[in-house]
């Protein structure tokens, strides 16, 4: 018996061993990808961007990743037995972002794979948002721009052609699909050489060189179904969007009163059926393969049940409760918003409740920051200017002698002159110059940086020492946090008016920062350009300290809050005022240069450089406006 088992373990060991190496060995042959000459997406990313955007492409949009997608076109016999090919690597644009694959290996040579990401860019460059030209002309008549615009892609383009149609076998098919293929292939090395794409039952093979035929666009509930608010049970998870963009649909819900089957079960082969799965109001498996699954599915159902959690708990993201939380200044300022899909500017969108820290005492310097702050007022005391002379004045301190003598000389002719401005005034310099400076405090910054320090520990470190900074200088200057959950409230948090001085109250309002909400950034600066309407100096200065993108828990995500955000610094810029944005977001030169200019912003990659560098960022910007 034992030698019989001992049998069957070794024949079941061989058997995966072979159905292993068939495996590998069908799949192998079946592909027609090369791996070691795959170029990742995350590798060119950021050159990608800049490409897209030096070409004309929409500076709003960012790069970002494409999920693969399911056809149905004809597959060989061996893909057919190894069940590969099924779906394609294709790119696309929607109103957020120009979606490359994750990775392109097509081709066997890598700078052939890198082409074609760069020639994908130069295509959805050329898209106008919003056309409604059928797939096969529309490809052609990109291409076509693209070739006209910018010949030198003209070589590159042909290289391609060359190498995809090599790929493109012809087998023996019927007559419509191979009238098919044969016009896909003269679009290809013509562009616009062919008006229609003849019809055929199936569809035709994926063209890795042109953007989607069908872009997967996301279903929005309808209008009478809003929103459920934060904590109301509906999930917040952005797990699946991160995963990849999917397509996906309204189900109708399921009655789960009701009765599955009523016959045999060993007289059913198969069967589908819905699945409740509710992530919101069940509990959650801690599913490791939930990554995998959710990149398997081309379409995602979803529905509501109109049903109530049995256990709900309702929270604040950790804030303070309201007899704990700041002290409320005033709560009746409201804000315009920019919709850039309507392009309209929103009048009294926001609200705005300025708040100031409920009993924060008076605090020293931390000691951490007494060498670091020493350097720099040393240093920005340099800055300050000199003290000078004020002549023929009223009075003063002392007799002005050039003015006493002129004064002699004149009575001593005849002249009849009053005797006053005969005193000189020494008086400080006073440089014509102002600056907010509005500090992020979403959410984002109660992350750790490292060991020892949050990114909220940070920004406040960069206060203290901007303050201690500024206050050398003698330059007039304010302190502003903000934080909002949706449009209404957008928390302001005075740290420091333009009309009070530094002191150690200033340092206890400091230290008392706590994270917020979200970053509506619009709303902020907003706020900020209203400040700086009350300052009468010639320049004012606007310095923005973030972490992140704009975001916020309703529509200001994405390409929403950023062109809000756009319209907002454009508006600051036409009162005359110099916006700058300092970020600790490593992704921040995907989407500043849009918002701020190549010259309007710098990325601080070190966060604890923060501290240290945001003063010396304010004298240099100080120096090029003088």
């Not at 992530?279 to 049903?307: I, P, Q, Y």
């Not at 008086?427 to 959410?443: E, K, M, V, W």
């Not at 201690?468 to 957008?490: N, V």
């Not at 002191?503 to 979200?518: D, E, F, K, M, V």
Request: aromatic share 8%; with cysteine; hydrophobic share 40%.
């Amino acid at each position: 018996m034992a030698k019989t088992v001992s049998d069957l373990l070794e024949l079941v060991e061989m058997e995966e061993h072979v159905g292993g190496w068939w495996h590998g060995f069908i799949t192998r042959h079946s592909e027609q990808s090369h791996p070691e000459a795959a170029v990742a997406l995350k590798d060119i990313q950021h050159l990608l961007g800049i490409w897209f955007r030096a070409l004309g492409g929409d500076g709003g949009l960012e790069i970002a990743t494409a999920d693969t997608t399911s056809h149905n076109a004809r597959r060989s016999l061996l893909q057919r037995m190894a069940g590969t090919n099924r779906k394609a690597d294709l790119a696309w644009r929607d109103e957020n972002a120009l979606r490359l694959p994750l990775r392109i290996d097509i081709f066997p040579e890598a700078q052939m794979n890198r082409d074609l990401y760069l020639w994908l860019a130069a295509l959805a460059a050329m898209e106008e948002p919003f056309t409604q030209e059928p797939w096969f002309a529309h490809n052609q008549h990109l291409s076509r721009l693209a070739l006209e615009r910018f010949p030198g892609l003209k070589e590159k383009y042909l290289n391609l052609v060359e190498a995809h149609l090599k790929q493109r076998r012809l087998g023996h098919w019927p007559e419509d699909e191979i009238a098919q293929e044969q016009a896909i292939r003269r679009a290809l090395v013509e562009p616009g050489s062919m008006r229609q794409l003849p019809p055929a039952r199936r569809m035709p093979l994926p063209v890795p060189l042109w953007l989607h035929p069908n872009p997967p666009r996301p279903t929005l509930m309808p209008a009478s179904e809003p929103p459920e608010e934060a904590g109301s049970g509906a999930s917040q998870s952005r797990e699946l969007e991160e995963v990849a963009r999917k397509q996906t649909e309204k189900a109708e819900t399921q009655d789960n009163d009701r009765g599955l089957i009523t016959v045999r079960m060993e007289n059913i082969f198969s069967w589908a059926e819905h699945v409740n799965v509710d992530r919101g109001t069940e509990d959650e498996d801690n599913d490791e393969r939930a990554d995998e699954v959710a990149r398997d599915l081309d379409k995602v159902s979803v529905t509501r049940n109109g049903k109530a959690a049995k256990t709900k708990i309702k929270f604040d993201l950790d804030l303070p409760a309201e007899a704990e939380d700041d002290e409320i200044l005033s709560d009746g300022l409201m804000l315009p918003e920019w919709d850039w899909k309507k392009r309209q500017l929103i009048a009294d969108h926001c609200r705005v409740v300025e708040l100031v820290a409920k009993d924060a005492g008076a605090i020293p310097l931390p000691e951490r920051l007494n060498r670091t702050a020493a350097k720099l007022r040393s240093q920005f005391q340099a800055l300050a200017p000199a003290r000078v002379w004020h002549r023929a004045r009223p009075d003063g301190e002392e007799v002005d002698l050039d003015a006493y003598l002129r004064y002699r000389a004149d009575r001593a002719s005849g002249c009849k002159v009053a005797a006053d401005n005969l005193y000189r005034q020494m008086n400080a310099g006073a440089r014509d110059l102002a600056c907010l400076l509005l500090a992020d405090l979403s959410l984002s910054t109660d992350t750790w940086v490292n060991n020892e320090a949050r990114v909220l520990d940070v920004i406040q470190d960069s206060l203290y020492l901007f303050a201690e900074s500024l206050a050398a200088t003698g330059d007039q200057f304010g302190i502003y946090g903000f934080s909002s959950r949706k449009r209404d409230p957008i928390r302001i948090h005075t740290i420091k008016t333009f009309d009070e001085g530094y002191n150690g109250g200033i340092r206890g309002r400091i230290n008392a920062l706590a994270p917020g909400y979200y970053t509506r950034l619009g709303a902020g600066i907003r706020y900020a350009a209203e400040r700086l309407k009350e300052q009468g100096a010639g320049r004012r200065l606007l310095l923005i300290l973030t972490d992140g993108k704009p975001n916020d828990l309703d529509q200001y995500e994405g390409r929403y809050g950023i062109e809000d955000t756009r319209h907002a610094i454009q508006m600051v810029r036409s009162l005359g005022f110099h916006p700058f944005c300092v970020t600790i977001d490593e992704k921040g030169n995907d989407y500043l240069p849009h918002l701020f200019g190549s010259g309007g912003y710098v990325v601080i990659r070190d966060p604890m450089e923060l501290p240290a560098q945001l003063p010396l960022l304010y004298a240099r910007l100080t120096a090029q406006q003088h």
